[in-house]
């Protein structure tokens, strides 16, 4: 039997840092229904072509695959997995946001979807700017320094 996920990180969109620079992250909580917070327990989420937009009064999350729960009877609803779903924020924090994306070459993107200490589903957007060529090649140096950096200093004190 699989574990169900109770606290935690359900899924994270691995490739939102590297295109894109982060600016600021909130925390909003999300709609769903009962079907998809159990498919979200299971783990079954991916949000990696995923992004949120103003539609209407509030912020919507767009193209978040909440794959259908597997064990749902033949009576329940069947739910869509990419149907967009409303994120729950603070009317400051809405306007803000609003602001910022109002701005030119600014966006909504999920950093991750995880369960709070009180078992509540919450997703972790951030409000960022795209990354150019230049700056993406100057992550990856960064990157492959550091682990050069640790390799060098492992066998350092290795060493001794």
């Known amino acids: 039997m699989k574990t169900l996920i109770t606290t935690g990180t ?3 969109n691995r490739k939102a840092r590297f295109n894109y620079a982060i600016l600021e992250t909130f925390e909003a909580g999300i709609i769903l229904t009962g079907g998809e917070v159990k498919s979200l327990r299971a783990g079954h989420a991916t949000i990696n072509e995923s992004y949120a937009s103003f539609e209407g009064s509030g912020l919507f999350l767009i193209n978040a695959h909440i794959m259908e729960y597997s064990a749902a009877k033949d009576g329940f609803v069947k739910q869509v997995a990419a149907r967009p ?5 603070r009317k400051k924090e809405l306007k803000k946001i609003k602001d910022e994306v109002a701005k030119k070459g600014k966006t909504v993107v999920p950093l991750e979807i995880f369960f709070n200490q009180r078992g509540l589903a919450k997703v972790k ?3 960022a700017c795209g990354k150019n060529h230049a700056d993406k090649r100057e992550d990856i140096k960064k990157r492959d320094w550091n682990l050069e950096k640790r390799r060098i200093l492992a066998h350092y004190n290795n060493g001794k």
Do not use: D, E
């Open 85 to 89: 779903r409303q994120l729950l924020l």
């Open 125 to 127: 957007i951030a409000i």
């Open 10 to 12: 359900v899924a994270t």
